[in-house]
Each structure stands twice: as C-alpha cells, then as structure tokens.
C-alpha cells in the first residue's frame, strides 16, 4: 500500500461524512497520529496513521 505524503495544513476529503455533513478536513498535526479539524464545523480528531490512511479519499489541496 502506498503512503499518502500529506503535511501540515493539506486540505483533504475522507470516505465518510462528519455529521456536520463535511467530508472536508484540514491537517494540524502529523507523526504517528494524524490530527485532523473538520472544515464544516471546526471538530477536531485524532487517528492513528493506519486507521487515517484507510480512510483517506483524496488531498483537495496541498499546503504550500
């Protein structure tokens, strides 16, 4: 499988909706957890690496 190269601030979409109805999350923290913000509501989450990749769809925006 191959590693998605997300970094700090990357915009990105995920498989499933948050309840807030945004699929859109942006990235604030990167290692061996991945601590993403929801960017309809603000919700912030933590998720293993693993558990992140396998939910990941696509990076709608990578930071500069």
């Known amino acids: 499988m191959i590693m998605p190269d997300v970094k700090m601030h990357d915009r990105v979409q ?3 909706k948050h309840p807030c109805g945004s ?4 990235i604030h923290r990167v290692g ?6 929801c960017a309809g509501c603000g919700r912030r989450v933590l998720l293993a ?3 992140f ?9 990578p930071s500069s």
């Open 32 to 37: 061996a957890d991945v601590g993403i913000t």
């Open 14 to 16: 995920m498989r499933k």
């Open 49 to 51: 690496r693993a558990v």
């Open 53 to 61: 990749n396998k939910r990941l769809k696509k990076i709608i925006e």
């Open 23 to 26: 699929d859109e999350w942006v």
